[in-house]
């Protein structure tokens, strides 16, 4: 019955059902006779909690709290509860006469999670359809979280992200093979339709430009990349696989984020894209400019097209660009070990 439910619904619903209980002792108490102490023992609760339900009165804050929770309910009446508890509170406040106390969230966010009052908005009700998939083939996280790589070819990532595009119901989906090394795009694929033709497309472009790689493959346990002939397909080229963890989206975390990045450059380069065609163009062209013109930190403001030529026309002596740690992970790792230190003496 509570579980699953908020805490304060949670504790909200233990109260009822212990009212509801002493209740029911009142009511056989006046019909039948039954006697209190005899029917609190057998209910297994204090025949004191009883009598103090009996001969309570509600306090200022109780009474406060159902004048509020009336008008809560008559507001979201009229507006279909349009409101969550931000501009529930807003508008009850609006309403306050001048010397009346102010009302706060946290008091309306509470009555209304007790009460199972909720907005209607529909990104905060979300119908989840999700149905877990049965992988044919799993890989283990070979990669283990280590982004970094000393040369071209040697470890590489994929996904698949989308975008909607404006003005339409239709969705336009990218999928991306990716360097460690250098995060260059060795191959990728646009389509209308997430499927495996999309995952097949990108994989043959990046073999077209690299066709003697034998990199270590990483990606997520999307349906895509779990299919028998996919990983045949790989053995085939001699390429490790390797998948992150389940609900570990960081695993892939250099992935996430050049989709993001490349979303973001796609939206300020060319944002009036409003068709299929014209958003196909628009990530090709997008990523076309993080290659050759979009300047890396890490690569001393090289682009991720300079540091692949570099390494391709001097295979000898291949610079190393390793990522640095950020200090907010260092400091927080240091505090760790420090704790551990205090614990071990």
Same mark, same amino acid.
């Given at each position: 019955?509570?579980?699953g439910q908020p805490k304060q619904r949670q504790i909200a619903l233990k109260q009822q059902q212990r009212n509801s209980l002493y209740s029911l002792?009142?009511?056989?108490?006046?019909?039948?006779?039954?006697?209190?102490?005899?029917?609190?023992?057998?209910?297994?609760?204090?025949?004191?909690?009883?009598?103090?339900?009996?001969?309570?009165?509600?306090?200022?804050?109780?009474?406060?709290?159902?004048?509020?929770?009336?008008?809560?309910?008559?507001?979201?009446?009229?507006?279909?509860s349009l409101f969550g508890s931000p501009k529930m509170t807003l508008a009850l406040n609006n309403e306050l006469a001048d010397g009346e106390a102010?009302?706060?969230?946290?008091?309306?966010?509470?009555?209304?999670?007790?009460?199972?009052?909720?907005?209607?908005?529909?990104?905060?009700?979300?119908?989840?359809?999700?149905?877990?998939?049965?992988?044919?083939?799993?890989?283990?996280?070979?990669?283990?979280?280590?982004?970094?790589?000393?040369?071209?070819?040697?470890?590489?990532?994929?996904?698949?992200?989308?975008?909607?595009?404006?003005?339409?119901?239709?969705?336009?989906?990218?999928?991306?093979?990716?360097?460690? /090394?250098?995060?260059?795009?060795?191959?990728?694929?646009?389509?209308?339709?997430?499927?495996?033709?999309?995952?097949?497309?990108?994989?043959?472009?990046?073999?077209?430009?690299?066709?003697?790689?034998?990199?270590?493959?990483?990606?997520?346990?999307?349906?895509?990349?779990?299919?028998?002939?996919?990983?045949?397909?790989?053995?085939?080229?001699?390429?490790?696989?390797?998948?992150?963890?389940?609900?570990?989206?960081?695993?892939?975390?250099?992935?996430?984020?050049?989709?993001?990045?490349?979303?973001?450059?796609?939206?300020?380069?060319?944002?009036?894209?409003?068709?299929?065609?014209?958003?196909?163009?628009?990530?090709?062209?997008?990523?076309? /400019?993080?290659?050759?013109?979009?300047?890396?930190?890490?690569?001393?403001?090289?682009?991720?097209?300079?540091?692949?030529?570099?390494?391709?026309?001097?295979?000898?002596?291949?610079?190393? /660009?390793?990522?640095?740690?950020?200090?907010?992970?260092?400091?927080?790792?240091?505090?760790?070990?420090?704790?551990?230190?205090?614990?071990?003496?």
């Amino acid at each position: 019955m509570f579980a699953g439910q908020p805490k304060q619904r949670q504790i909200a619903l233990k109260q009822q059902q212990r009212n509801s209980l002493y209740s029911l002792i009142k009511e056989c108490h006046r019909e039948y006779k039954w006697s209190i102490e005899w029917m609190c023992k057998q209910a297994n609760i204090a025949r004191s909690a009883y009598y103090k339900w009996l001969n309570h009165k509600p306090s200022k804050r109780e009474l406060r709290d159902q004048k509020i929770l009336k008008r809560i309910k008559e507001i979201a009446e009229s507006n279909n509860s349009l409101f969550g508890s931000p501009k529930m509170t807003l508008a009850l406040n609006n309403e306050l006469a001048d010397g009346e106390a102010k009302i706060y969230r946290r008091t309306v966010a509470r009555l209304m999670c007790v009460n199972g009052i909720y907005t209607s908005k529909a990104r905060f009700n979300k119908r989840y359809r999700y149905q877990a998939a049965r992988p044919e083939e799993t890989a283990e996280n070979l990669l283990h979280r280590d982004f970094n790589a000393t040369k071209p070819n040697e470890k590489w990532c994929t996904d698949i992200t989308e975008e909607k595009i404006p003005g339409t119901s239709q969705k336009i989906y990218l999928c991306t093979i990716f360097d460690l /090394y250098d995060r260059f795009p060795v191959g990728y694929a646009l389509s209308k339709r997430n499927d495996t033709a999309l995952v097949n497309a990108a994989l043959s472009a990046a073999w077209k430009r690299e066709p003697n790689s034998h990199a270590m493959l990483h990606s997520d346990r999307g349906f895509q990349f779990t299919r028998m002939p996919f990983k045949h397909e790989l053995e085939e080229h001699g390429m490790p696989q390797s998948m992150s963890r389940i609900g570990r989206c960081i695993d892939n975390g250099p992935m996430e984020g050049w989709q993001g990045l490349i979303k973001e450059m796609r939206e300020v380069l060319y944002p009036k894209a409003n068709s299929y065609e014209e958003m196909e163009k628009a990530f090709k062209a997008s990523i076309e /400019y993080y290659i050759n013109y979009d300047p890396q930190e890490r690569f001393n403001g090289k682009s991720a097209g300079q540091v692949r030529k570099e390494a391709k026309n001097n295979p000898e002596n291949i610079i190393s /660009y390793p990522i640095k740690q950020d200090k907010r992970y260092k400091d927080f790792w240091k505090k760790i070990d420090k704790k551990k230190n205090q614990l071990a003496q």
